[in-house]
């Protein structure tokens, strides 16, 4: 019998918590001032001793970033928000039910709002005693996967009452992850109004140094190109985007290979971005704007930059399939 003063404890559940990346909370120059303040800091991202490093950020980047930053989002931005936020939102509403009424699914973002450590302790004020943590990184990198999972541990740190914790591995060559990938694209394909002679896959670069140091981020996106080139059943070129700084980043760059493609007669192209489970504005401004500008410029005739997984049919099947498995003993798909 419990005495009358004790607290109210909900029925035991289980908890999903979808992890991305992050996004300023409004296409303006403060907001995004913010976000790449922290985004920056983390020393997962920015890999430089702290001493060194925060004077640059403070005194050069966060001065001048924010302003060109803010003009790329408010490109993209929708009456939703943050396209980010908004479809990461819509995969965890998908998902809501999948598993039953036991088994809550929510939305966080490693950068800006809704936090980690805020949608956490919600989960476990709605009675979560077991969480699986879900970064939505195909392709595992420290400065991805990783510091999204330090930031949840740092988070049950201070929780006098932690949930117990499952996290989900990187599935870069998981079957259902490569089926997803080729019933989107030969979807999207087909829907075009030219046939493509090159599909480029463009994965988030990253610095050499972190191949060097051990990160299997290069093995997992060439590996993933691979597999998705024999679903297809025709050639995959990769490339790697969104280099930042001076230091050597991934080869080749996503942005001299579609300024070469038209030299090479390949006229026409597809893009598709498997490392990005949602499109953001690395998709939607980097790609799917200057890209198209930097491949017609350079003298190609058609352009498509093919929308990531989203919270589409195949994508949604895709989740329920490899996050059933991380639930195993859990839970049972309803």
């Given at each position: 019998m419990k005495p009358d003063d004790h607290p109210s404890i909900p029925p035991r559940k289980i908890g999903v918590l979808l992890i991305n990346l992050g996004t300023p909370d409004a296409p303006e120059p403060p907001a995004v001032k913010r976000y790449l303040a922290e985004f920056l800091s983390d020393p997962r991202v920015i890999e430089i001793p702290r001493l060194a490093w925060q004077p640059i950020l403070r005194g050069v980047i966060l001065?001048?970033?924010?302003?060109?930053?803010?003009?790329?989002y408010a490109q993209v931005w929708s009456e939703d928000g943050s396209p980010l936020a908004a479809i990461t939102k819509a995969q965890a509403e998908a998902l809501q039910g999948a598993w039953g009424g036991g088994v809550l699914v929510d939305w966080?973002?490693?950068?800006?709002?809704?936090?980690?450590?805020?949608?956490?302790?919600a989960l476990k004020d709605a009675?979560?005693?077991?969480?699986?943590?879900?970064p939505l990184y195909p392709q595992?990198?420290?400065?991805?996967?990783?510091?999204?999972?330090?930031?949840?541990?740092?988070?049950?740190?201070?929780?006098?009452?932690?949930?117990?914790?499952?996290?989900?591995?990187?599935y870069h060559d998981d079957p259902a992850y490569i089926d997803a990938l080729r019933r989107s694209i030969e979807a999207d394909v087909a829907a075009l109004d030219f046939a493509p002679d090159l599909i480029l896959a463009?994965?988030?670069?990253?610095?050499?140094?972190?191949?060097?140091l051990g990160d299997p981020y290069h093995c997992h996106c060439q590996k993933t190109a691979r597999l998705l080139s024999d679903a297809l059943g025709r050639e995959v070129r990769i490339a790697f985007q969104s280099r930042f700084g001076r230091a050597k980043w991934l080869e080749p760059a996503t942005d001299a290979v579609l300024a070469a493609l038209p030299g090479e007669g390949m006229k026409r192209?597809?893009?598709?971005?498997?490392?990005?489970?949602?499109d953001c504005v690395e998709t939607l401004e980097e790609i799917a704007i200057r890209g198209r500008e930097t491949f017609l410029g350079a003298g190609g005739t058609d352009f498509a930059c093919l929308p990531c997984l989203n919270a589409s049919a195949p994508g949604i099947e895709m989740l329920r399939s490899i996050l059933s498995r991380e639930l195993a003993g859990w839970a049972d798909p309803a």
């Open positions: 001065r001048t970033r924010p302003k060109k930053s803010a003009e790329a966080a973002m490693r950068y800006g709002r809704p936090a980690i450590a805020e949608r956490l302790q009675g979560c005693e077991r969480v699986l943590l879900a595992y990198c420290a400065a991805t996967t990783a510091t999204a999972n330090d930031n949840a541990f740092a988070a049950l740190a201070d929780m006098r009452w932690q949930p117990a914790v499952r996290t989900l591995p990187p463009s994965f988030h670069g990253m610095p050499q140094r972190t191949l060097e192209v597809a893009v598709v971005t498997p490392g990005f489970s949602a």
